[in-house]
């Protein structure tokens, strides 16, 4: 069975400071990665994913993340926050050949000015 | 394009009634899941659709049941309403039971009292 472990329930943050949401997986299989984020009162929406290839993957609005094997980990990164990026993060994980996802706990990211 | 749709957007039932959470999505996509969200414990899998006439389990399958009506629509039906079923129920579906990513409906906001 796989698991998602994001290690912080809460990350509080000044507005342009970088950041840093972390996010561990286990899984025997080879699994696919996907970071989703929920704005306040609204669905999740697809912030990036990595299914293969390159290791660091990034998103349209200045997230990345990086998958490590050997650490088993898929931490989120943004160099410089905006009060706009105040959002609850999701990591998810998909093992190759299935069709469902397990989610971690989520990350509420709080940026203020 | 609408997307994925769910309704109701919210609902307030009294323990022991029942009712259905209704989910379309209009993008042809096969596979459909429904979700359930609550704090801290991120999102769990109640049911899915991995094409139209197949249904599984997911995580979290007790207390509930689902239909899914044709390619479109996936319904998630509660027979007899508990208090530890209020949450926030999503809707999400993919285009294939693989790799892709899911997109979400807004969801609905369920209080059992």
């Known amino acids: 069975a796989q698991s998602v472990t994001q290690l912080d329930s809460q990350v509080p943050v000044f507005e342009e400071a970088p950041v840093e949401l972390r996010c561990n997986y286990s899984?025997?299989?080879?699994?696919?990665l996907f970071w989703y984020v929920q704005y306040p009162n609204q669905g999740l929406q697809l912030l990036l994913k990595?299914?293969?290839?390159?290791?660091l993957v990034e998103s349209i609005n200045g997230f990345e993340a990086e998958f490590n094997k050997s650490q088993t980990s898929f931490h989120l990164r943004k160099p410089s926050v905006h009060i706009s990026d105040t959002a609850e993060y999701f990591c998810?994980?998909?093992?190759?050949?299935?069709?469902?996802?397990?989610f971690g706990k989520g990350t509420m990211l709080l940026v203020s000015p | 394009n609408a997307g994925v749709t769910q309704t109701p957007k919210f609902q307030v039932l009294k323990t022991g009634q029942s009712m259905t959470l209704q989910c379309a999505q209009d993008?042809?996509?096969?596979?459909m899941y429904w979700y359930r969200q609550d704090p801290g414990m991120g999102l769990r899998l109640i049911y899915y659709?991995?094409?139209?006439?197949?249904?599984d389990k997911g995580e979290v399958p007790n207390g509930y049941n689902v239909s899914r009506l044709n390619k479109r629509e996936f319904s998630l039906r509660l027979e007899s309403a508990a208090p530890s079923q209020t949450s926030v129920y999503f809707c999400?579906?993919?285009?294939?039971?693989?790799?892709?990513?899911?997109?979400f409906g807004p969801g609905t906001r369920l209080t059992v009292t």
């Open positions: 999400a579906s993919t285009l294939r039971g693989g790799n892709y990513e899911q997109y």
């Open positions: 990595y299914l293969s290839g390159s290791t």
């Open positions: 993008m042809n996509h096969n596979s």
């Open positions: 899984s025997s299989v080879s699994v696919y």
């Open positions: 998810a994980v998909q093992n190759s050949g299935y069709s469902t996802l397990t």
């Open positions: 659709s991995a094409s139209e006439g197949t249904t």
